[in-house]
């Protein structure tokens, strides 16, 4: 996950718990377009891009995504892209061979697991199954590391931080993601915690 996200949402999450501590709860709202953001600094990052195979400059072998768009829909979180390939060989000049393009879909449900926010029970969605395994490790691999984020120890940097400003000091004792929730804008992250201020 990017730096800018992530630091977002660690100081919104440790901000709530500092704000919420007598109430033992507090909810984060992580919005889509900071998710898109994510993917876009992090996957799709050669020109609004993501090459599977070949490059920019490849005329007859490639494969790429692009214009991704996250969304979320019945309790998934949901990332559409382009799909763009070709699988062909130069005959006298000219690139002869299948060329491909349609919308891919994946999706999965955003869960919270030993202290890391990731998503769970991931599937895919092609209309031409030929690249579904390319696809496939490009879902499992990429996407997945891009939108893992390490929830409670970056919450717990962000409260030993915090108590460096202050007369207090903040530990943060546990940390329970109640349940996670997909809205029209964002996910909606509810926290339980224990709190020490001293």
């Known amino acids: 996950m990017n730096r800018m996200l992530k630091r977002a949402l660690t ?112 599937q895919l969605e092609t209309p031409n199954p030929f690249y579904n395994d390319l696809l496939r490790a490009f879902v499992a691999g990429t996407v997945a590391r891009a939108l893992r984020f390490p929830l409670q120890s970056e919450v717990q940097k962000s409260v030993v931080e915090a108590s460096k400003a202050g007369p207090y000091q903040l530990r943060l004792a546990s940390l329970e993601v109640s349940s996670i929730r997909t809205e029209p804008q964002g996910l909606k992250v509810a926290l339980d915690f224990v709190m020490d201020i001293r």
């Not at 100081?11 to 501590?21: F, R």
């Not at 559409?80 to 699988?87: D, E, I, L, N, P």
Request: hydrophobic content about 45%; some cysteine; glycine content about 10%.
């Open 11 to 122: 100081l919104a999450a440790a901000a709530s718990l500092m704000i919420a501590a007598s109430a033992s709860a507090a909810e984060v709202t992580v919005h889509y377009q900071a998710l898109y953001k994510a993917l876009m600094q992090q996957v799709f990052n050669d020109g609004g891009r993501h090459y599977l195979y070949g490059a920019s400059d490849a005329a007859c072998q490639y494969a790429y995504l692009d214009k991704p768009r996250v969304m979320g829909v019945a309790g998934r979180v949901a990332i559409t892209a382009q799909f763009h390939g070709r699988a062909g060989a130069m005959m006298l000049g000219e690139c002869v061979g299948a060329n491909d393009s349609f919308e891919m879909k994946m999706s999965g449900v955003p869960v919270y697991r030993n202290g890391v926010v990731s998503l769970d029970q991931v």
